[in-house]
């Protein structure tokens, strides 16, 4: 799947340049905030925590919050678990629906080399 495969190419670059400067084990929000600054020094633009509402039936019954959306095109989710599980992929794919993107990234510092998984929602 090439969706957005150059994107998830650079931002994959950030976060392992993230992964080597600081090392695992940290919490999720320090390695989110220094991906932040590494997508700036990058001069990729980003918005973190943008909120979205989740409608049912017209009125909006909750609202989820993506960890970072880059390029207003990657849906970017950072993780510090022991293994990228089928609930991470699900929580994106969720993410993506509601945003209307077609691509995110799970990206997961707990362990010394970096553990991502490209998703893409399937257009029907």
């Not at 931002?11 to 400067?21: F, H, I, Y």
């Not at 969720?94 to 707990?110: D, P, Q, S, V």
Request: overall charge neutral.
């Amino acid at each position: 799947m090439h969706v957005e495969s150059d994107l998830v190419y650079r931002v994959t670059g950030c976060a392992m340049e993230v992964l080597n400067t600081l090392g695992h084990g940290l919490r999720e929000k320090t390695y989110e905030r220094a991906l932040c600054m590494e997508l700036q020094h990058q001069g990729l633009q980003f918005t973190q925590q943008k909120t979205y509402p989740v409608l049912y039936r017209g009125q909006q019954v909750d609202e989820y919050v993506p960890d970072l959306e880059v390029e207003q095109r990657l849906i970017v989710e950072v993780k510090t678990a022991e293994a990228i599980c089928e609930a991470h992929v699900g929580q994106v794919l969720n993410y993506l629906r509601i945003t209307g993107l077609e691509a995110g990234i799970i990206l997961n510092f707990k362990h010394p080399r970096l553990e991502w998984k490209k998703v893409v929602l399937q257009k029907r």
